[in-house]
């Protein structure tokens, strides 16, 4: 399972599954599915329409193509058109059926933000510091180098909340 960020109107979002034999070797020649559902209300994807239904779709999975069977064996992709179907920020299940006995399901989350999603990647993914040295103490995010600060945050505590003020 892995976590994917997409920036709201991506017409392009790659999904892929992988699928290794007992010995880690990729297993070519399988037909996996996948279907895309919305986590807020468990609403599966029509593909058909590009709507999310409880119930009445026309096709709730869609076959995956092999990437390569000879550079990537075991490698299954589909490429989502996201805009056609996602208005606004929220996090879609990716559900994979290996359509194989032995092979199982699998799952990746796709969330989607109106933010930069590399800025959202670096405050995942990046060092973050709280410098306590002045008399209010400061959240620091680093950039990919891990020595230049990007953006600073002044955190205040109070009985009823905690926050952050961007500096």
């Known amino acids: 399972m892995i976590q994917i960020l997409q920036k709201v109107g991506e017409t392009n979002v790659v999904l892929e599954l992988w699928v290794y034999d007992s010995g880690n070797i990729g297993v070519p020649g399988l037909t996996p599915k996948m279907a895309i559902r919305r986590t807020t209300d468990n609403k599966f994807l029509d593909f058909h329409d590009n709507v999310f239904k409880a119930l009445g779709w026309v096709t709730r999975q869609v076959e995956m193509i092999p990437i390569d069977t000879v550079l990537s064996p ?11 179907s996602v208005v606004g920020e929220g996090s879609y299940a990716v ?5 194989s006995p032995g092979y199982g399901f699998d799952a990746d989350y796709v969330t989607f933000t109106i933010s930069d999603v590399s800025d959202v990647r670096k405050f995942l993914l990046n060092k973050r510091v709280i410098d306590k ?7 620091k995010l680093y950039d990919d180098n891990g020595v230049t600060v990007i953006k600073e945050w002044k955190l205040e505590h109070s009985v009823e909340q905690d926050s952050r003020i961007p500096q």
Request: net charge negative.
């Open 133 to 139: 040295t002045g008399s209010v103490p400061i959240e």
């Open 95 to 99: 559900e994979y059926d290996s359509n």
């Open 74 to 84: 075991g490698g299954y992709r589909y490429s989502w058109n996201s805009h056609l």
